[in-house]
């Protein structure tokens, strides 16, 4: 049985505003185990990135804090670490693939020089060495003529490209955990199905852990294992993948998968959420997706209810599943 490679327990990422606190991030609970990928979907500003940033440890200081909760990876909590010790792990052990490949590149280096700063900072690699590693990294991503892509700078790369250098960076130390934010967004469905391609032969080849950031649930039947739903900072429901398609349970769950248009099937109108994402700073009373839901009771405009365990690896948080409600 595989073990616990990373396990979220219990945190709560806020940001201090001159509103008002923002509740990022509340009491989010979750584990990935060795070589298995675990995707966390929802809306934009359900808290899907602030989690993958926390993990990081790349919570923008002052304004964001994390108030409270653990994150224990390989048995050690990385939240109680110094600096340089998470210094040590981020870009090494736990790597990150950023949502927008072009604002992560550095414009005025070469694809090589920040490949190869990753292999000197961490690998202690010569300049050579390290140059020489980025050209294998960047054919291992299928990236063509590497030899002189290595020498070029991102501006003359497509998205598609620019995605793949971006993946390379992230494997160059063969991390246990790679953390995907949004890999495919902005690229267009043929270059979106080569690069989730090479994210499962790396898998497989580097026996990498992968947390998956997406609102795109073909991405999520085609990669995860398990799969964590997230809205307004709280998980809503988390399942085995074709548990949570084959049987979902929560309102919210069950609307994302009813807007994903079904191939070979007409449709007069794509199916949509009513109403949107509540205000951080004005949530409601209860359960924070009660005004979206045609099933809302009275209890779920006043209570909010807890995540109880539906069946096996099966969790949901709404009051339509507890006992004598």
């Known amino acids: 049985m595989a073990k616990d490679l990373l396990e979220v327990r219990k945190l709560k990422t806020y940001f201090n505003t001159d509103?008002?606190?923002?509740?990022?991030?509340?009491d989010v609970s979750f584990k990935?185990?060795?070589?298995?990928?675990?995707?966390?979907?929802?809306?934009?500003?359900?808290?899907?990135?602030?989690?993958?940033?926390?993990?990081?440890?790349?919570?923008?200081?002052?304004?964001?804090?994390?108030?409270?909760?653990?994150?224990?990876?390989?048995?050690?909590?990385?939240?109680?670490?110094?600096?340089?010790?998470?210094?040590d792990i981020r870009g090494?052990?736990?790597?990150?693939?950023?949502?927008?490949?072009m604002t992560s590149l550095n414009p005025v280096f070469t694809i090589g020089y920040q490949i190869g700063e990753v292999l000197i900072l961490h690998k202690k690699m010569s300049k050579k060495k390290a140059l020489e590693e980025a050209i294998k990294l960047l054919a291992m991503v299928k990236v063509p003529?590497?030899?002189e892509i290595v020498r070029c700078y991102p501006y003359e790369l497509s998205g598609g490209m620019r995605q793949r250098v971006v993946i390379a960076m992230a494997i160059a130390c063969n991390p246990k955990l790679l953390i995907a934010d949004e890999p495919?967004?902005?690229?267009?469905?043929?270059?979106?199905?080569?690069?989730?391609?090479?994210?499962?032969?790396?898998?497989?080849?580097?026996?990498?852990?992968?947390?998956?950031?997406?609102?795109?649930?073909?991405?999520?039947?085609?990669?995860?294992?398990?799969?964590?739903?997230?809205?307004?900072g709280k998980i809503v429901?988390?399942?085995?993948?074709?548990?949570?398609?084959?049987?979902?349970?929560?309102?919210y769950t069950i609307g994302l998968l009813k807007s994903k248009p079904v191939i070979n099937k007409f449709q007069d109108e794509l199916y949509s959420i009513k109403g949107q994402v509540p205000n951080p700073l004005d949530m409601p009373e209860g359960c924070y997706f009660n005004p979206r839901c045609k099933r809302a009771k009275?209890?779920?405009?006043?209570?909010?209810?807890?995540?109880?365990?539906?069946?096996?690896?099966?969790?949901?948080s709404c009051w339509l599943y507890e006992e004598g409600k």
Do not use: W
């Open 184 to 232: 495919t967004t902005a690229l267009d469905v043929t270059i979106q199905a080569q690069i989730l391609d090479i994210m499962r032969e790396l898998k497989e080849k580097m026996s990498t852990s992968i947390l998956l950031i997406t609102h795109d649930l073909g991405v999520v039947a085609e990669m995860a294992d398990y799969v964590v739903v997230m809205y307004s």
């Open 145 to 147: 003529r590497p030899e």
């Open 19 to 26: 509103e008002g606190t923002v509740k990022a991030v509340d």
């Open 237 to 251: 429901e988390k399942a085995p993948v074709i548990e949570l398609y084959e049987n979902p349970k929560h309102p």
């Open 92 to 101: 090494n052990e736990i790597a990150l693939i950023f949502q927008e490949p």
């Open 32 to 87: 990935i185990k060795e070589k298995e990928t675990v995707a966390v979907v929802g809306e934009s500003g359900c808290g899907k990135s602030i989690t993958a940033m926390s993990i990081m440890g790349l919570v923008p200081k002052p304004i964001g804090k994390i108030e409270g909760g653990e994150i224990i990876f390989k048995g050690q909590n990385l939240l109680s670490m110094n600096n340089n010790e998470i210094r």
């Open 298 to 316: 009275d209890v779920c405009k006043n209570k909010r209810p807890s995540l109880k365990e539906v069946g096996e690896g099966h969790y949901v």
